[in-house]
Protein backbone atom coordinates (compact mmCIF):
# COMPACT_ATOMS: atom_id res chain seq x y z
CA UNK A 1 0.00 0.00 0.00
CA UNK A 2 2.63 2.45 -0.69
CA UNK A 3 4.08 3.71 -3.88
CA UNK A 4 2.55 0.41 -5.25
CA UNK A 5 -0.54 1.96 -5.14
CA UNK A 6 -0.65 3.23 -8.85
CA UNK A 7 0.06 -0.41 -10.03
CA UNK A 8 -2.83 -2.03 -8.16
CA UNK A 9 -4.39 -3.25 -11.72
CA UNK A 10 -1.43 -3.10 -13.13
CA UNK A 11 0.32 -6.45 -14.72
CA UNK A 12 3.85 -7.83 -13.61
CA UNK A 13 5.16 -5.97 -16.63
CA UNK A 14 4.12 -2.63 -15.65
CA UNK A 15 7.33 -0.49 -16.49
CA UNK A 16 8.94 -3.05 -18.27
CA UNK A 17 10.74 -2.59 -21.38
CA UNK A 18 9.24 -3.17 -24.83
CA UNK A 19 9.84 -5.67 -26.98
CA UNK A 20 13.17 -6.12 -29.04
CA UNK A 21 15.06 -3.95 -26.53
CA UNK A 22 18.69 -5.67 -25.74
CA UNK A 23 20.13 -6.06 -22.33
CA UNK A 24 17.68 -3.31 -21.12
CA UNK A 25 18.80 -4.46 -17.59
CA UNK A 26 15.18 -3.88 -16.01
CA UNK A 27 15.41 -8.00 -14.95
CA UNK A 28 15.67 -7.09 -11.40
CA UNK A 29 12.81 -5.03 -11.39
CA UNK A 30 10.34 -7.50 -12.95
CA UNK A 31 11.89 -10.25 -10.73
CA UNK A 32 10.40 -8.02 -8.16
CA UNK A 33 7.39 -6.68 -9.24
CA UNK A 34 6.33 -10.62 -9.77
CA UNK A 35 7.53 -11.49 -6.35
CA UNK A 36 6.02 -8.59 -4.43
CA UNK A 37 3.34 -7.17 -6.96
CA UNK A 38 -0.46 -7.13 -6.12
CA UNK A 39 -3.49 -7.17 -7.86
CA UNK A 40 -7.45 -7.01 -7.01
CA UNK A 41 -8.27 -8.86 -9.90
CA UNK A 42 -6.53 -11.14 -13.03
CA UNK A 43 -6.98 -9.68 -16.62
CA UNK A 44 -6.23 -10.63 -20.10
CA UNK A 45 -2.35 -10.02 -19.24
CA UNK A 46 -0.88 -11.58 -22.55
CA UNK A 47 -2.96 -9.15 -24.40
CA UNK A 48 -2.62 -6.10 -22.05
CA UNK A 49 1.11 -6.93 -22.49
CA UNK A 50 1.03 -7.12 -26.28
CA UNK A 51 -0.72 -3.83 -26.74
CA UNK A 52 1.46 -2.19 -24.59
CA UNK A 53 4.40 -3.05 -26.69
CA UNK A 54 6.18 -5.05 -23.82
CA UNK A 55 5.88 -8.01 -26.28
CA UNK A 56 5.08 -8.26 -29.77
CA UNK A 57 3.02 -11.13 -29.71
CA UNK A 58 1.45 -13.96 -27.15
CA UNK A 59 3.98 -16.34 -28.04
CA UNK A 60 6.80 -13.10 -26.99
CA UNK A 61 4.95 -12.79 -23.37
CA UNK A 62 4.84 -16.11 -22.55
CA UNK A 63 8.81 -16.36 -23.57
CA UNK A 64 9.52 -13.60 -21.37
CA UNK A 65 7.47 -14.27 -18.50
CA UNK A 66 9.00 -17.76 -18.58
CA UNK A 67 12.02 -16.32 -17.81
CA UNK A 68 11.11 -13.95 -15.37
CA UNK A 69 8.86 -16.38 -13.44
CA UNK A 70 11.87 -19.10 -13.64
CA UNK A 71 14.53 -16.60 -12.38
CA UNK A 72 11.86 -14.77 -9.55
CA UNK A 73 10.66 -18.06 -7.85
CA UNK A 74 15.09 -19.55 -7.58
CA UNK A 75 15.33 -16.31 -6.36
CA UNK A 76 12.59 -16.59 -3.73
CA UNK A 77 12.86 -19.86 -2.83
CA UNK A 78 16.93 -19.40 -2.08
CA UNK A 79 15.90 -16.19 -0.29
CA UNK A 80 12.68 -18.10 1.82
CA UNK A 81 14.82 -21.69 2.25
CA UNK A 82 17.13 -19.52 4.50
CA UNK A 83 14.72 -17.91 6.78
CA UNK A 84 11.74 -19.97 7.20
CA UNK A 85 12.55 -22.51 9.82
CA UNK A 86 14.11 -19.55 12.29
CA UNK A 87 10.79 -17.47 11.15
CA UNK A 88 8.80 -20.23 13.05
CA UNK A 89 11.09 -20.35 15.98
CA UNK A 90 10.15 -16.97 16.54
CA UNK A 91 6.79 -16.74 16.24
CA UNK A 92 6.33 -19.41 18.49
CA UNK A 93 8.43 -17.88 21.24
CA UNK A 94 7.12 -14.89 20.47
CA UNK A 95 3.73 -17.05 21.18
CA UNK A 96 4.25 -18.69 24.25
CA UNK A 97 5.62 -14.89 25.71
CA UNK A 98 2.58 -13.27 24.17
CA UNK A 99 0.19 -16.07 26.32
CA UNK A 100 1.95 -16.16 29.23
CA UNK A 101 2.21 -12.14 29.55
CA UNK A 102 -1.45 -12.01 28.95
CA UNK A 103 -2.45 -14.42 31.47
CA UNK A 104 -0.23 -12.61 34.19
CA UNK A 105 -1.45 -9.26 33.53
CA UNK A 106 -4.81 -10.99 32.89
CA UNK A 107 -4.78 -11.56 36.76
CA UNK A 108 -3.58 -7.99 37.62
CA UNK A 109 -5.92 -6.77 35.31
CA UNK A 110 -9.22 -9.20 36.76
CA UNK A 111 -8.20 -8.21 40.53
CA UNK A 112 -7.89 -4.59 39.84
CA UNK A 113 -11.50 -4.37 37.62
CA UNK A 114 -12.85 -6.64 40.60
CA UNK A 115 -12.45 -3.89 43.03
CA UNK A 116 -13.90 -1.25 40.87
CA UNK A 117 -16.60 -2.89 39.24
CA UNK A 118 -19.13 -5.79 40.57
CA UNK A 119 -19.58 -7.91 37.88
CA UNK A 120 -15.77 -8.74 36.39
CA UNK A 121 -14.85 -11.89 35.37
CA UNK A 122 -11.44 -13.37 36.12
CA UNK A 123 -8.99 -14.49 32.81
CA UNK A 124 -8.64 -13.05 29.55
CA UNK A 125 -12.57 -13.20 28.69
CA UNK A 126 -12.89 -11.20 31.85
CA UNK A 127 -10.79 -8.53 30.63
CA UNK A 128 -11.95 -8.38 27.20
CA UNK A 129 -15.37 -7.91 29.02
CA UNK A 130 -13.81 -4.81 31.16
CA UNK A 131 -12.27 -3.69 28.23
CA UNK A 132 -15.08 -2.82 26.41
CA UNK A 133 -16.65 -0.44 28.96
CA UNK A 134 -16.76 3.11 29.31
CA UNK A 135 -14.49 4.45 31.60
CA UNK A 136 -15.12 7.01 34.55
CA UNK A 137 -12.64 8.69 36.24
CA UNK A 138 -8.67 8.18 36.18
CA UNK A 139 -8.45 5.23 38.06
CA UNK A 140 -11.29 3.42 35.96
CA UNK A 141 -9.73 4.67 32.92
CA UNK A 142 -6.55 3.07 34.27
CA UNK A 143 -7.90 -0.43 35.01
CA UNK A 144 -10.02 0.08 31.12
CA UNK A 145 -6.83 0.25 29.93
CA UNK A 146 -5.22 -2.62 31.42
CA UNK A 147 -7.62 -4.79 30.30
CA UNK A 148 -7.49 -3.64 26.61
CA UNK A 149 -3.84 -4.49 26.61
CA UNK A 150 -4.76 -7.62 27.85
CA UNK A 151 -7.24 -8.34 25.55
CA UNK A 152 -4.51 -7.02 22.36
CA UNK A 153 -2.08 -9.56 23.99
CA UNK A 154 -4.30 -12.74 23.38
CA UNK A 155 -5.58 -11.80 20.16
CA UNK A 156 -1.45 -11.55 19.39
CA UNK A 157 -1.12 -15.11 20.82
CA UNK A 158 -3.86 -15.65 18.33
CA UNK A 159 -2.80 -14.15 14.96
CA UNK A 160 0.57 -15.88 15.98
CA UNK A 161 -0.83 -19.25 16.30
CA UNK A 162 -2.76 -18.36 13.15
CA UNK A 163 0.80 -17.66 10.94
CA UNK A 164 2.13 -20.70 12.47
CA UNK A 165 -0.37 -22.65 11.29
CA UNK A 166 0.62 -21.02 8.04
CA UNK A 167 4.05 -21.12 7.90
CA UNK A 168 4.79 -24.51 9.68
CA UNK A 169 3.55 -26.94 6.47
CA UNK A 170 5.49 -24.68 4.26
CA UNK A 171 9.07 -25.02 6.45
CA UNK A 172 7.87 -28.55 7.62
CA UNK A 173 5.63 -30.39 5.79
CA UNK A 174 5.85 -34.15 7.05
CA UNK A 175 6.23 -32.80 10.81
CA UNK A 176 3.91 -30.92 9.97
CA UNK A 177 1.17 -33.23 9.11
CA UNK A 178 2.28 -35.96 12.08
CA UNK A 179 2.70 -33.37 14.83
CA UNK A 180 -0.09 -30.87 13.82
CA UNK A 181 2.09 -27.38 13.12
CA UNK A 182 2.18 -26.06 16.88
CA UNK A 183 3.91 -29.39 18.07
CA UNK A 184 6.33 -29.11 15.00
CA UNK A 185 7.02 -25.31 15.26
CA UNK A 186 8.06 -26.30 18.56
CA UNK A 187 10.08 -29.30 18.41
CA UNK A 188 11.95 -27.26 16.05
CA UNK A 189 12.26 -24.60 18.73
CA UNK A 190 13.53 -26.69 21.28
CA UNK A 191 15.89 -28.11 19.27
CA UNK A 192 17.09 -24.67 17.63
CA UNK A 193 16.20 -25.29 14.37
CA UNK A 194 14.74 -27.60 11.93
CA UNK A 195 18.45 -28.91 10.64
CA UNK A 196 19.39 -29.37 14.02
CA UNK A 197 16.30 -31.24 15.07
CA UNK A 198 16.83 -33.60 12.21
CA UNK A 199 20.39 -34.46 12.92
CA UNK A 200 19.29 -35.29 16.80
CA UNK A 201 18.57 -38.94 17.61
CA UNK A 202 15.10 -39.99 17.89
CA UNK A 203 15.65 -40.76 21.68
CA UNK A 204 16.36 -37.09 22.53
CA UNK A 205 13.20 -36.23 20.65
CA UNK A 206 11.19 -38.00 22.60
CA UNK A 207 12.58 -35.98 25.27
CA UNK A 208 12.70 -32.72 23.82
CA UNK A 209 11.06 -30.42 26.34
CA UNK A 210 11.54 -32.59 29.62
CA UNK A 211 15.30 -32.06 30.25
CA UNK A 212 15.13 -31.12 33.99
CA UNK A 213 13.26 -34.59 34.18
CA UNK A 214 16.22 -36.26 32.52
CA UNK A 215 18.95 -34.26 33.91
CA UNK A 216 17.88 -35.67 37.53
CA UNK A 217 17.64 -39.16 35.46
CA UNK A 218 21.18 -38.98 34.44
CA UNK A 219 22.21 -37.96 38.29
CA UNK A 220 20.39 -41.00 39.64
CA UNK A 221 17.45 -39.01 41.26
CA UNK A 222 14.50 -40.14 38.83
CA UNK A 223 13.67 -42.81 36.47
CA UNK A 224 14.11 -41.97 32.71
CA UNK A 225 11.02 -39.36 31.48
CA UNK A 226 8.80 -41.08 28.52
CA UNK A 227 8.33 -38.27 27.15
CA UNK A 228 8.58 -34.59 26.69
CA UNK A 229 6.71 -31.97 24.55
CA UNK A 230 5.45 -34.75 22.16
CA UNK A 231 2.72 -35.63 25.44
CA UNK A 232 0.56 -33.18 23.40
CA UNK A 233 0.23 -35.63 20.61
CA UNK A 234 -3.11 -37.49 20.89
CA UNK A 235 -1.27 -40.50 20.02
CA UNK A 236 0.62 -40.17 23.42
CA UNK A 237 -1.66 -38.35 25.52
CA UNK A 238 -4.73 -40.89 24.83
CA UNK A 239 -3.54 -43.95 24.61
CA UNK A 240 -3.47 -45.76 28.11
CA UNK A 241 -0.54 -45.25 30.64
CA UNK A 242 1.04 -48.42 30.58
CA UNK A 243 1.53 -48.13 26.64
CA UNK A 244 2.75 -44.82 26.45
CA UNK A 245 6.28 -45.41 26.39
CA UNK A 246 5.69 -47.61 23.32
CA UNK A 247 3.81 -44.50 21.89
CA UNK A 248 6.20 -41.83 22.35
CA UNK A 249 9.04 -43.91 21.15
CA UNK A 250 7.36 -44.81 18.08
CA UNK A 251 6.24 -41.13 17.35
CA UNK A 252 9.41 -39.77 18.02
CA UNK A 253 11.00 -41.95 15.44
CA UNK A 254 8.56 -41.31 13.21
CA UNK A 255 8.96 -37.19 13.90
CA UNK A 256 12.88 -37.48 13.44
CA UNK A 257 12.27 -39.30 10.29
CA UNK A 258 10.04 -36.58 9.49
CA UNK A 259 12.12 -33.85 10.44
CA UNK A 260 15.04 -35.31 8.18
CA UNK A 261 13.04 -35.74 5.18
CA UNK A 262 11.99 -32.10 5.36
CA UNK A 263 15.10 -30.86 5.91
CA UNK A 264 16.70 -33.13 3.35
CA UNK A 265 14.29 -33.03 0.78
CA UNK A 266 10.70 -31.67 1.30
CA UNK A 267 8.94 -33.64 -0.29
CA UNK A 268 5.63 -35.12 1.33
CA UNK A 269 6.09 -38.67 2.45
CA UNK A 270 3.20 -40.33 2.88
CA UNK A 271 4.92 -44.07 3.50
CA UNK A 272 6.18 -42.43 6.66
CA UNK A 273 2.77 -41.26 7.86
CA UNK A 274 0.74 -44.63 6.94
CA UNK A 275 3.95 -46.63 8.94
CA UNK A 276 2.88 -44.59 11.77
CA UNK A 277 -0.43 -45.11 11.82
CA UNK A 278 -0.34 -48.87 12.00
CA UNK A 279 2.42 -49.16 14.33
CA UNK A 280 -0.42 -46.67 16.83
CA UNK A 281 -2.48 -49.32 15.85
CA UNK A 282 -0.67 -51.96 17.45
CA UNK A 283 -0.36 -50.22 20.15
CA UNK A 284 -2.96 -49.74 21.15
CA UNK A 285 -4.88 -52.67 20.15
CA UNK A 286 -2.79 -54.31 22.90
CA UNK A 287 -5.81 -53.05 25.20
CA UNK A 288 -8.16 -55.61 23.72
CA UNK A 289 -5.66 -58.40 23.69
CA UNK A 290 -4.43 -58.01 27.83
CA UNK A 291 -7.76 -56.78 28.75
CA UNK A 292 -7.35 -59.72 31.35
CA UNK A 293 -4.63 -57.99 32.99
CA UNK A 294 -5.00 -54.30 32.72
CA UNK A 295 -8.05 -52.58 33.96
CA UNK A 296 -10.73 -51.62 30.92
CA UNK A 297 -10.19 -47.76 31.85
CA UNK A 298 -9.77 -45.54 28.28
CA UNK A 299 -10.48 -48.55 26.27
CA UNK A 300 -13.11 -47.11 24.44
CA UNK A 301 -11.03 -44.42 23.43
CA UNK A 302 -8.71 -46.43 22.08
CA UNK A 303 -10.49 -48.44 20.09
CA UNK A 304 -11.89 -45.74 17.85
CA UNK A 305 -8.47 -44.50 17.44
CA UNK A 306 -6.84 -48.27 16.47
CA UNK A 307 -9.52 -49.05 13.61
CA UNK A 308 -8.40 -45.95 11.89
CA UNK A 309 -4.67 -46.86 11.16
CA UNK A 310 -6.65 -50.56 9.95
CA UNK A 311 -7.52 -49.94 5.97
CA UNK B 1 -20.45 -45.95 -19.95
CA UNK B 2 -17.01 -46.01 -21.70
CA UNK B 3 -14.38 -43.88 -20.74
CA UNK B 4 -13.91 -40.05 -21.77
CA UNK B 5 -11.26 -39.49 -23.92
CA UNK B 6 -7.93 -38.32 -22.53
CA UNK B 7 -6.60 -34.92 -23.88
CA UNK B 8 -4.52 -34.58 -26.90
CA UNK B 9 -1.44 -35.54 -25.68
CA UNK B 10 -1.96 -37.41 -22.81
CA UNK B 11 -1.54 -41.61 -24.41
CA UNK B 12 -1.56 -44.98 -22.70
CA UNK B 13 1.83 -45.89 -23.59
CA UNK B 14 3.84 -49.19 -23.22
CA UNK B 15 6.65 -48.49 -21.06
CA UNK B 16 8.64 -50.92 -19.39
CA UNK B 17 6.25 -53.86 -20.73
CA UNK B 18 3.31 -52.42 -19.06
CA UNK B 19 0.44 -49.89 -20.46
CA UNK B 20 0.69 -47.14 -18.76
CA UNK B 21 -0.47 -43.61 -18.80
CA UNK B 22 1.94 -41.06 -20.22
CA UNK B 23 3.18 -37.64 -21.45
CA UNK B 24 5.47 -36.43 -23.66
CA UNK B 25 8.51 -33.99 -22.73
CA UNK B 26 11.97 -34.17 -20.34
CA UNK B 27 11.98 -36.41 -17.53
CA UNK B 28 11.77 -34.86 -13.97
CA UNK B 29 11.88 -37.07 -10.86
CA UNK B 30 13.24 -40.10 -12.50
CA UNK B 31 10.26 -42.02 -13.73
CA UNK B 32 10.26 -44.42 -16.89
CA UNK B 33 10.54 -43.33 -20.32
CA UNK B 34 9.98 -44.58 -23.45
CA UNK B 35 10.64 -42.88 -27.15
CA UNK B 36 10.38 -39.63 -25.09
CA UNK B 37 7.34 -40.53 -23.20
CA UNK B 38 7.25 -40.23 -19.52
CA UNK B 39 5.05 -42.37 -17.31
CA UNK B 40 2.28 -40.45 -15.05
CA UNK B 41 1.93 -42.77 -11.83
CA UNK B 42 -1.47 -42.29 -10.97
CA UNK B 43 -0.13 -43.26 -7.48
CA UNK B 44 1.58 -39.98 -7.36
CA UNK B 45 -0.79 -37.99 -9.08
CA UNK B 46 -4.17 -37.26 -8.00
CA UNK B 47 -4.80 -35.67 -11.70
CA UNK B 48 -3.09 -39.28 -13.26
CA UNK B 49 -5.56 -40.87 -10.65
CA UNK B 50 -8.66 -38.91 -11.76
CA UNK B 51 -7.64 -39.49 -15.09
CA UNK B 52 -6.81 -43.69 -14.48
CA UNK B 53 -10.76 -43.41 -12.90
CA UNK B 54 -12.30 -42.00 -16.13
CA UNK B 55 -13.28 -39.05 -14.53
CA UNK B 56 -14.87 -36.45 -17.50
CA UNK B 57 -12.14 -33.59 -16.71
CA UNK B 58 -13.65 -31.68 -19.69
CA UNK B 59 -9.71 -31.32 -20.52
CA UNK B 60 -8.62 -32.10 -24.27
CA UNK B 61 -5.01 -30.25 -24.65
CA UNK B 62 -3.72 -27.38 -25.00
CA UNK B 63 -5.69 -25.47 -22.66
CA UNK B 64 -4.58 -22.77 -19.78
CA UNK B 65 -4.10 -23.83 -16.79
CA UNK B 66 -3.70 -23.19 -13.21
CA UNK B 67 -2.32 -25.24 -11.53
CA UNK B 68 -2.85 -24.84 -7.44
CA UNK B 69 0.01 -27.00 -4.95
CA UNK B 70 2.15 -27.78 -7.72
CA UNK B 71 4.84 -29.17 -4.98
CA UNK B 72 7.87 -30.20 -6.63
CA UNK B 73 6.15 -30.67 -10.16
CA UNK B 74 5.63 -34.37 -10.45
CA UNK B 75 2.06 -33.72 -12.02
CA UNK B 76 2.08 -30.02 -12.82
CA UNK B 77 5.53 -31.21 -14.93
CA UNK B 78 2.78 -33.98 -17.18
CA UNK B 79 0.02 -30.80 -17.28
CA UNK B 80 2.46 -28.55 -19.00
CA UNK B 81 3.51 -31.61 -21.29
CA UNK B 82 0.20 -31.65 -22.83
CA UNK B 83 -1.77 -28.07 -21.92
CA UNK B 84 -0.91 -24.92 -23.10
CA UNK B 85 0.62 -22.21 -20.59
CA UNK B 86 0.39 -23.49 -17.14
CA UNK B 87 0.81 -21.36 -13.69
CA UNK B 88 2.28 -23.36 -10.84
CA UNK B 89 1.60 -22.22 -7.61
CA UNK B 90 3.19 -23.60 -4.19
CA UNK B 91 3.95 -22.17 -1.07
CA UNK B 92 6.39 -24.12 0.20
CA UNK B 93 9.96 -23.47 -0.65
CA UNK B 94 12.06 -26.59 -0.65
CA UNK B 95 9.12 -28.20 -2.80
CA UNK B 96 9.73 -25.10 -5.30
CA UNK B 97 12.92 -25.85 -5.61
CA UNK B 98 12.40 -28.68 -7.53
CA UNK B 99 9.49 -26.88 -9.26
CA UNK B 100 11.83 -24.55 -10.86
CA UNK B 101 14.10 -27.24 -12.19
CA UNK B 102 10.98 -28.81 -13.90
CA UNK B 103 9.90 -25.59 -15.14
CA UNK B 104 12.80 -24.25 -16.61
CA UNK B 105 12.48 -26.79 -20.06
CA UNK B 106 8.72 -26.35 -20.45
CA UNK B 107 8.37 -23.30 -21.97
CA UNK B 108 4.93 -22.39 -20.93
CA UNK B 109 5.19 -23.41 -17.37
CA UNK B 110 5.45 -20.42 -14.99
CA UNK B 111 6.39 -21.09 -11.41
CA UNK B 112 5.07 -19.13 -8.64
CA UNK B 113 6.23 -19.10 -5.09
CA UNK B 114 2.63 -17.93 -3.58
CA UNK B 115 0.00 -18.80 -1.11
CA UNK B 116 -2.81 -20.09 -2.79
CA UNK B 117 -5.40 -18.77 -0.27
CA UNK B 118 -3.86 -15.22 -0.97
CA UNK B 119 -4.53 -14.88 -4.80
CA UNK B 120 -4.10 -11.05 -4.93
CA UNK B 121 -0.39 -11.91 -4.61
CA UNK B 122 -0.18 -13.44 -8.00
CA UNK B 123 -3.07 -11.80 -9.82
CA UNK B 124 -0.47 -9.62 -11.37
CA UNK B 125 0.67 -12.21 -13.15
CA UNK B 126 -1.67 -15.43 -13.28
CA UNK B 127 -4.15 -14.36 -16.68
CA UNK B 128 -7.76 -14.16 -16.56
CA UNK B 129 -10.66 -16.84 -17.58
CA UNK B 130 -8.07 -19.87 -17.78
CA UNK B 131 -9.51 -22.68 -18.97
CA UNK B 132 -8.60 -25.53 -15.94
CA UNK B 133 -7.52 -25.06 -12.06
CA UNK B 134 -6.16 -27.97 -11.13
CA UNK B 135 -5.95 -28.18 -6.79
CA UNK B 136 -4.33 -30.65 -5.15
CA UNK B 137 -2.98 -28.34 -1.46
CA UNK B 138 -2.86 -30.53 1.40
CA UNK B 139 -3.79 -27.51 4.26
CA UNK B 140 -6.84 -26.77 5.97
CA UNK B 141 -10.18 -25.11 4.07
CA UNK B 142 -9.17 -27.10 0.52
CA UNK B 143 -12.74 -25.78 -0.56
CA UNK B 144 -12.11 -22.25 0.34
CA UNK B 145 -9.31 -22.01 -1.71
CA UNK B 146 -11.14 -23.31 -4.50
CA UNK B 147 -13.88 -20.86 -3.98
CA UNK B 148 -10.95 -18.05 -3.47
CA UNK B 149 -9.50 -19.18 -6.94
CA UNK B 150 -12.84 -19.18 -9.03
CA UNK B 151 -11.78 -15.79 -10.34
CA UNK B 152 -9.00 -17.09 -12.51
CA UNK B 153 -11.72 -19.53 -14.25
CA UNK B 154 -13.53 -18.88 -17.60
CA UNK B 155 -17.15 -19.36 -16.83
CA UNK B 156 -17.36 -22.47 -19.08
CA UNK B 157 -14.10 -23.49 -17.53
CA UNK B 158 -13.06 -26.84 -15.10
CA UNK B 159 -12.05 -26.75 -11.74
CA UNK B 160 -10.16 -30.16 -10.98
CA UNK B 161 -9.89 -30.64 -7.30
CA UNK B 162 -8.48 -33.12 -5.01
CA UNK B 163 -9.71 -32.78 -1.76
CA UNK B 164 -7.59 -34.72 1.09
CA UNK B 165 -9.52 -35.31 3.90
CA UNK B 166 -6.89 -35.49 6.99
CA UNK B 167 -5.47 -32.18 5.89
CA UNK B 168 -8.56 -30.87 6.95
CA UNK B 169 -9.18 -32.83 9.60
CA UNK B 170 -7.56 -36.24 10.98
CA UNK B 171 -10.08 -37.34 13.46
CA UNK B 172 -13.43 -36.91 11.74
CA UNK B 173 -14.61 -39.35 9.64
CA UNK B 174 -13.76 -38.36 5.76
CA UNK B 175 -17.24 -38.61 4.39
CA UNK B 176 -18.24 -36.14 6.87
CA UNK B 177 -15.49 -33.67 5.97
CA UNK B 178 -15.89 -34.21 1.96
CA UNK B 179 -19.76 -33.50 2.51
CA UNK B 180 -18.53 -29.71 4.43
CA UNK B 181 -16.07 -29.35 1.65
CA UNK B 182 -18.76 -29.39 -1.13
CA UNK B 183 -21.18 -27.59 0.74
CA UNK B 184 -18.37 -24.72 0.99
CA UNK B 185 -17.16 -25.31 -2.40
CA UNK B 186 -20.93 -24.85 -4.03
CA UNK B 187 -21.37 -21.57 -3.21
CA UNK B 188 -18.64 -20.58 -5.79
CA UNK B 189 -19.16 -23.67 -8.11
CA UNK B 190 -21.13 -26.37 -9.77
CA UNK B 191 -19.85 -29.77 -8.58
CA UNK B 192 -20.14 -31.97 -11.66
CA UNK B 193 -18.51 -34.76 -10.45
CA UNK B 194 -17.47 -36.83 -7.72
CA UNK B 195 -15.26 -40.07 -6.62
CA UNK B 196 -13.28 -41.31 -4.00
CA UNK B 197 -9.71 -41.24 -5.76
CA UNK B 198 -8.88 -44.36 -2.51
CA UNK B 199 -7.75 -47.05 -5.01
CA UNK B 200 -4.62 -44.20 -5.61
CA UNK B 201 -4.98 -42.13 -2.89
CA UNK B 202 -6.34 -43.06 0.44
CA UNK B 203 -8.95 -40.79 1.46
CA UNK B 204 -8.88 -38.37 -1.04
CA UNK B 205 -12.21 -36.90 -3.25
CA UNK B 206 -12.13 -36.44 -6.75
CA UNK B 207 -14.06 -33.35 -8.10
CA UNK B 208 -14.76 -32.09 -11.13
CA UNK B 209 -16.73 -28.77 -10.99
CA UNK B 210 -18.19 -25.62 -13.05
CA UNK B 211 -18.26 -21.59 -11.54
CA UNK B 212 -21.62 -20.93 -10.83
Known amino acids: MTDTDDNADAGWFAGGSSAGSEATGDDPALRARIAGGEADAPRDWPGLAVESGFADSRDGYYDR ?24 VHAVRAMDDCERTANELAERAAEWAGSLFDDAEPGIEGARAVAEREPEGELERRAVSLAARVADLAAERDALAETIDRIAPAVAPNLAEMAGPELA ?24 GAEDALFAHLSGRAPSPKHGIIYTHEYVRNTRPEDRGSASRALAGKLTLAARVDHYSGERRETLHEELRERMATIRARVEEGSGDGGGDGAGDDTVAATEGDE | MSAPDLPAGVERR ?62 VSHVADFAGPTYAVEFAPRPARDLVEAAEPRDRLFPLLKDARTPTRYAHVVESDVDAIVQDVATRGQAEVAVRNARFLADDGRLLLAIKARSEDVTAEPETVFEGALDRLREGYEVLETQRLDRFHEDHLGVVATPR
Open chain 1, 65 to 88: LHEASVAATREAVRERERADDKQL
Open chain 1, 185 to 208: ARLIALAGGLESLAKKPSGTVQVL
Open chain 2, 14 to 75: EIDGETRLATRGPPVYGEPTADGWRAWDPGRSKLGGMFELGFETGLSGDETVLYLGAASGTT
